[in-house]
């Protein structure tokens, strides 16, 4: 079988990559993840993959990176929206638990970075995301929206927590958390119109 014809795929060969990547990361650990598998569901042979890619290590970099730039993306959207303030905590909200929604690969490969520590998520996190924590926490502070007794940090963290814990769950979900929108806790815990 040879090379596909050129223009015979409408999304280029990167993206399929990693789009194929990140399903198979997220399905699997890193040490399972096999390069093999990532080629055949993103249509190239392994070298064309090497060729972009020249590691497994790199390419699950380059899908960790993708995910975390995409949702950072979201956020800096809602963020120069111009809603008020407690619009705006909502709206980060809803956007984070529609994000992990989404993308299904992200939860397991943000817990999976978080357990093992293999692979950049650590330092996604720690580079990308705490200074975002320390921004929401101020604001939440700034616009009163948080209640007196409740530790904001230690709020943020337990949805962040909660909300991939719930969508790494699978069949699990439903049983362990039912039906419940999740949103409808958060608006609880900080106090957030629409409850």
Do not use: C
């Amino acid at each position: 079988m040879g090379r596909p014809r050129v223009g015979t795929h409408s999304v280029p060969t990167p993206t399929r990559i990693l789009d194929a990547a990140e399903a198979v990361f997220g399905a699997s650990t890193y040490a399972q993840a096999r390069l093999a598998d990532i080629a055949r569901d993103a249509g190239v042979r392994r070298p064309s993959l090497l060729y972009h890619f020249a590691s497994k290590e790199v390419l699950h970099g380059a899908v960790v990176d993708r995910l975390f730039t995409a949702l950072l993306t979201r956020f800096a959207t809602v963020s120069a929206s111009g809603l008020g303030a407690a619009e705006t905590i909502d709206a980060l909200f809803a956007t984070w638990v529609g994000f992990v929604h989404e993308r299904p690969a992200f939860a397991p490969i943000v817990l999976r970075g978080v357990i093992d520590g293999h692979g950049t998520v650590r330092e996604h996190l720690q580079r990308r995301l705490v200074p975002l924590l320390d921004q929401v926490e101020a604001g939440l502070g700034q616009a009163g929206v948080a209640p007196a007794n409740l530790t904001v940090r230690g709020a943020l963290l337990q949805i962040g927590s909660d909300t991939l814990v719930r969508a790494a769950a699978g069949p699990l979900r439903a049983p362990l958390w039912g039906d419940e929108d999740p949103m409808l806790g958060v608006r609880r815990m900080f106090e957030l119109p629409g409850q």
